[in-house]
């Protein structure tokens, strides 16, 4: 059955094949979405525009969100188009690599604010550009982890990034709520990726979460992308403000 047919999905994170937002994207185009594609730069726009030819030929368009006016050339290549939103998926993270190591009270000044302006303030700045384009009954959704909540080991800064991610996602449910747009996170559990392998010990937590998770293994991008497909689609039009976690259970595990 597909769950999102007539629906538009941006995607905003895709960087390689192997990445949460590429099986994300993959999942809402097997679902009937058609798809608006972001790249922020011309290292990664030749992987992005050959995902897009594979999946219908979607809309590909340049954004940094680190910059306003980038934001904005983004509303405005979307709506030369033609097109208004009904899913705003938001996959996008960054620290630098130093950040995510050591003791977190090491973290610099301009290190916290990046990490924070790209993993987390980037989603305020997008809704509030983008809002208009969101049709009532739209979703946003943004990809978290369990660092958030948790001090877990090497990932310092960005579980900061992580934690104010999830309470921007309450206060945006709360002021989209009265246009019919709900916004919701996915916490999914450690997932092989590029971004996730610059995480010194990463390897690690892999097997931790494998060996202590209730299911006994690892959540995949396949996962994610499912329960995206799920909080993108009309089934879930009375969730918002909402943390789904995809880990296999490993967040209701006390101590072993």
């Known amino acids: 059955m597909a769950l999102l047919t007539d629906k538009t999905a941006l995607v905003m994170g895709v960087a390689n094949r192997w990445s949460i937002a590429t099986a994300i994207a993959r999942a809402m185009h097997a679902h009937g979405a058609r798809l608006i594609l972001t790249y ?150 450690p997932i092989k990726t590029a971004s996730a392998r610059a995480v010194s010990g990463f390897t690690s937590i892999l097997a931790g979460v494998e060996e202590r998770s209730p299911l006994r293994k690892n959540a995949t991008a396949d996962d994610v992308a499912n329960a995206a497909v799920f909080l993108a689609s009309d089934l879930s039009r009375a969730i918002t403000g909402h943390v789904l976690y995809v880990d296999a259970g490993f967040n209701v595990v006390g101590i072993a």
């Not at 992987?47 to 509303?75: F, N, P, R, T, Y």
């Not at 000044?109 to 009954?137: E, T």
């Open 40 to 189: 922020e730069g011309d290292r990664v726009k030749g992987e992005v525009e050959k995902l897009a030819a594979d999946l219908g030929g979607a809309l590909v368009a340049k954004c940094d969100v680190g910059s306003d006016d980038s934001i904005a050339e983004l509303k405005r290549s979307i709506e030369s188009d033609a097109r208004s939103i009904d899913v705003l998926m938001h996959s996008i993270a960054f620290a630098r690599k130093e950040e995510l190591g050591g003791k977190f009270y090491a973290t610099s000044r301009a290190g916290f604010n990046l990490a924070l302006d790209i993993s987390a303030y980037s989603l305020v700045a997008l809704c509030q550009h983008l809002h208009p384009l969101l049709k009532p009954g739209g979703s946003v959704i943004a990809m978290t982890y369990l660092g958030s909540v948790r001090a877990v080991q090497n990932y310092n800064v960005m579980g900061v990034a992580k934690a104010a991610l999830e309470s921007s996602v309450r206060y945006l449910a709360t002021d989209l709520g009265e246009s019919g747009v709900r916004v919701n996170a996915i916490s999914a559990g």
